[in-house]
């Protein structure tokens, strides 16, 4: 890799590490102000469905902050138990708060299609964290590698879904038309980015995403 592309990938990197640790951090605004005045629009759930409420918005936060280490090729190097542990860490947040996610899919009042869009994204939340842990369990780091950055994608979708909800706000779009395709928005182009440079990055071409820090 070139020192331009490594400048690049680094900055892609850390950028996208940052904005996923401010995310997390301001996730977890409900435990000082509540979910019913910081998250009014999933502040139903509170009624009869608390406790996957909960264990999304507590636990998805945790994910999205681990995951950023999972791509620092020095931690890895020099405390590979340490990224294991945080690995399993990243794993298990995702178990609970995409279960938890595919069930709140199916209580959001924000239609058929926002609900198909959520849960299309907690299923494959689930299953490419899934096979990203098998291949790691059975030492196929390559595979491991491109899976976790498919995971990756999908987590990043908590960053992508404030991002369009900042802006189509500001555009003064109303969220009942907003958030529907928002609930599409924030991780289709994700994947498809994610797939695009996994094809960059097959052997000959270019090194997967990693982080020198």
């Known amino acids: 890799m070139s020192m331009v592309s490594r400048f690049a990938a680094n900055v892609a990197f850390w950028t996208a590490a940052v904005s996923a640790a401010l995310v997390a951090v301001a996730s977890l605004r409900f435990l000082a102000l509540g979910v019913s005045a910081s998250m009014e629009f ?20 945790i994910a999205l902050a681990l995951m950023p280490f999972q791509f620092m090729t020095r931690l890895r190097a020099s405390r ?22 595919l069930q709140l899919a199916f209580h959001t009042t924000a239609g058929t299609f926002a609900a198909t869009g959520f849960a299309i994204l907690a299923v494959l939340w689930l299953a490419t964290t899934g ?17 976790m950055l498919r995971s990756a994608a999908l987590t990043f979708a908590a960053v992508t879904l404030r991002v369009y909800l900042g802006s189509s706000m500001a555009a003064g779009v109303d969220f009942e038309v907003a958030y529907p395709l928002i609930a599409w928005l924030c991780w289709v182009p994700n994947v498809f980015v994610m797939e695009v440079y996994l094809q960059m990055a097959r052997p000959g071409k270019t090194r997967l995403i990693s982080a020198t820090a």
């Open 80 to 101: 590979p138990k340490l990224h294991r542990w945080l690995g399993r860490g990243y794993v298990v947040s995702i178990l609970i708060s995409g279960i938890a996610g």
């Open 131 to 147: 096979i990203a842990f098998a291949f790691a369990l059975r030492r196929q780091f390559p595979r491991h590698r491109a899976w």
């Open 42 to 61: 999933v502040a139903h759930n509170l009624d009869r469905n608390a406790l996957m409420l909960y264990a999304h918005i507590g636990v998805a936060p």
